[in-house]
């Protein structure tokens, strides 16, 4: 069955004070990778696609990077700004019939000034 | 064009009264796609749509659920004799034809409260 787990849960850091959130994954034929960052009360925000393993994305202070089993979310020097949840999603290879991403249950990420 | 829209953003019913939603999404994207959200839950699929065709329902989707998207625009999600389990984030996505490197754009949601 696809999974996707993420973790850790929740997580509280400095301000400057870098660090990596993780999401693994099973699928059945991989498609896509995907990062969304959700803010309070609001829907998902696209960040990142990956495809295949050993790609990389940057976007500011966040690089996304991917391997057969995970995909890891790297914050360098957070700011309180970064404070969000940050989700993961998987989707299957469509000719398998399924169209829908499979996401995790996000961590929350806390930023301190 | 401001995104995906979704209407209203909050539904306060009773248990067993019916509620309609309605996402109008980015007119040039042509597949829908609708989730819900528990709290502390990531999305969970509904359903999608690719123009006005509705190509896949999650089997967690009962008889009580139902969905259109007549023309290929907006579209409508129905949920029948409401029950507690169905207070939720319904969140409405739209995406080019293939979402690729643009993933999805969501709007920011139904918030259903069922009493």
């Known amino acids: 069955e696809d999974q996707v787990t993420q973790s850790p849960e929740a997580l509280r850091l400095q301000e400057g004070e870098s660090s990596s959130l993780n999401c693994s994954y099973t699928?059945?034929?991989?498609?896509?990778l995907f990062w969304y960052r959700q803010d309070p009360g609001k829907g998902p925000e696209f960040l990142f696609t990956?495809?295949?393993a050993g790609e990389e994305k940057e976007k500011e202070r966040l690089k996304a990077t991917l391997t057969k089993k995970e995909s890891f979310l790297h914050i360098t020097a957070p700011k309180p700004e970064d404070s969000a949840t940050y989700l993961c999603?998987?989707?299957?290879?469509?000719?398998?019939?399924?169209?829908?991403?499979?996401f995790g249950t996000g961590t929350r990420l806390k930023v301190l000034a | 064009d401001t995104g995906v829209s979704q209407n209203p953003r909050h539904k306060i019913t009773k248990r067993g009264q019916n509620v309609t939603f309605r996402c109008d999404p980015i007119?040039?994207?042509?597949?829908l796609y609708w989730y819900r959200q528990t709290l502390g839950q990531g999305p969970e699929f509904l359903t999608y749509?690719?123009?006005?065709?509705?190509?896949?329902k999650s089997r967690l989707l009962s008889d009580r659920f139902s969905a259109e998207r007549p023309k290929g625009s907006f579209s409508t999600l129905e949920i029948q004799r409401t029950e507690q389990g169905d207070s939720a984030m319904y969140l409405c996505?739209?995406?080019?034809?293939?979402?690729?490197?643009?993933?999805?754009?969501f709007g920011s949601g139904t918030r259903l409260t069922v009493v």
């Open positions: 699928v059945s034929g991989l498609r896509g």
């Open positions: 996505a739209s995406s080019p034809r293939d979402p690729g490197s643009y993933g999805y754009t």
């Open positions: 990956l495809y295949s």
């Open positions: 007119s040039e994207h042509n597949r």
């Open positions: 999603a998987v989707q299957a290879d469509p000719t398998s019939g399924t169209y829908k991403y499979i």
């Open positions: 749509f690719q123009n006005e065709a509705q190509l896949e």
